[in-house]
C-alpha cells in the first residue's frame, strides 16, 4: 500500500545565508576584526578605492578579493605587501556567506584589524547575500549614467555608505551628480552620500573619516 | 544568474527531506519567493526543471508562490502591504502607503522558502 503524505519544511535558503553571515560576524568580533563589504557597479573603483584605503588608513588591513576570475583584482592588492585572499565565483554573480567563510580559512585574522570583502561588481544580485560584514559601503560612477540609483534601488536601500566616484569626469558624460545623491536620500533618508573622485583625491578624507566614525561606535 | 544557485539549493533541499521520509514519488514542492528578491520566477522553474532531470523529483508539480511586499513605518506605525506596481520596485520600498514617509522598514518580500512537499510513501514506512 502506498499513502500520500504532506511534509512542511519551510527552509528559507536567505534565512539560511543569514545565519551564516552571523557566524561569521562572529569569528570576525573574536578576531578584534571590523569588516566592510564593498559593492558596486563592475568599472566604478572598488578595487581602486581599496587600493587607496590600504595605503592612506592607519590598520593592519586585509582583503578578500570576490570576482569571477578574481586573480586580478587580488594581484593589485598583493602588491601592498599585505594579507589577500581571491575568492573565484566561476559562474556565481554574486558572493554568499558560505564562501566568505571559507576565505576566513586563508586569511590570518589575527594579523589584521581591518577586513575589506570586495564584492562581485553587481548592483543587483549581492544585495540579498549578507556576509557578515560591520558594514556595507556600495560605490558607483557618474559614468554608469545617473539613473543608476533609481534602477536598483534596494542595494542603496541596504547600505551603510554611498560612494559616488568620478564625478571629475560627470559633465564629460552628461550626468547629473547631485541627483544621484538625491536619489540615494529618497531612498535611504540618514545615509552618508559621498562624491568622490579617486583620480584627483576629492571625497577621500570624508571616506576615510565616515569608516573610522563606524570602526570607533 | 543566481537562479540556478537557488534552484540548486532548493532542489538539494527537496530530494534530502523526501529521502528522510522514505519517499517513492515526489508528488508536488510548494516553493515561496518574495517580489524582492532578485529572483525570476519562470527562470527559476526552468532552472529546476532542468536540475530535477533523472531524481525523485522528476515529474512533480513545482508551484512558485510570489509573496508581497510589507513593510513598517517608523512614522505612522504603519505595517502592512506596500503600494506595489509589478514593474517597479522603487516606489513599494520607498514610501510609507498610509502617509508617504519615507523612513520605512522592509518586513516581508524577500523570502525563498521551500514551504512544503507532498510525497508517496509506502504504508507503515513512517517513524513510530
Redesign the interface.
Known sequence: MHKIAEVEIQHDIMVANRKLADRNQKILDDAGVFSVDVLGAIGSGKTSLIEILIQKMDHKIGVIAGDVISKFDAGRFEKYNIPVVGLNTGKECHLDAHLVEHAFGDMPLELIDLLFIENVGNLICPVDFDLGSHVRMVVISVSEGDDTVEKHPLIFKEADLVVINKIDIAEAVGADQDKMVLDVKELNPNIKVIKSSLKTGQGLDEIINIIEGFINK | ??E???AD??VK??LD??EK?DA?EI?EVTIEVGK???LNPEQLKFLIDVLVENTLLEGADVNIVELPVELKCNLCEYAGLADMDDSD??LA??KCPECGE??VE?TAG???????????????D?DA
Not at chain 2, 514551504?115 to 509506502?122: A, G, L, Q
Request: charged share 25%.
Open positions: 544568474m543566481h540556478l544557485s537557488m539549493a532548493m533541499t527537496v527531506v523526501a521520509n517513492t508528488i524582492l528578491t532578485m520596485h522603487y520600498i520607498v519615507r523612513n522592509i524577500r523570502e525563498c522558502n521551500v514551504k512544503n512537499i507532498k510525497i508517496e510513501k509506502e504504508e507503515g513512517e
